[in-house]
């Protein structure tokens, strides 16, 4: 697609499509690896009571990794296509939008705030600067 500002209908109707299709099999991902946080192998180093406890660290994870990636695909094969470009609509608007969760990780924030206020503010601000750190290494990926 041509860059513009506006799409035709049925640029627009494709673009939906190729968002809906990648964004299901991000989803799909996600939810496979979510399925990991359900043995909680990692309660041996969080423990099982406290705040820490309740971080999904698994979707903390998956958000990392998901950032990552989308700025390597940005700043790489990526980098010169116009934001309507259908492989760049698919990858980056559609599977990592859907692989990726911030809104599930900051709904957890609430259970983790009854328990404890400086625990919540702490997961927050690690989820925002973790998500910084990793969208700066994946740009510094392809620095020259």
């Known amino acids: 697609m041509a ?15 190729v968002v809906a299709a990648g964004g299901a099999m991000g ?21 099982t009571s406290g705040w820490p406890s309740r971080v ?29 470009n259908l492989t760049r609509l698919v990858i980056i608007t559609g599977f990592f939008g859907g692989f990726t969760s911030y809104s599930s990780l900051y709904v957890s924030l609430g259970s983790i705030w009854h328990v404890s206020v400086p625990g919540a503010l702490l997961a927050a601000l690690t989820a925002v600067l973790s998500g910084v750190a990793a969208a700066w290494l994946g740009a510094r990926s392809w620095a020259k």
């Open 3 to 17: 860059p513009h500002t506006t799409l035709t209908p049925r640029q627009l109707t494709l673009a939906i499509l």
């Open 27 to 47: 989803t799909l991902l996600r939810d496979l690896a979510l399925r990991i946080d359900s043995t909680h192998w990692y309660r041996q180093f969080v423990g």
């Open 56 to 84: 999904p660290w698994i979707l903390a994870l998956i958000n990392v990794v998901g950032v990552y990636f989308a700025t390597v695909a940005l700043k790489g094969p990526l980098v010169r296509n116009d934001p309507n």
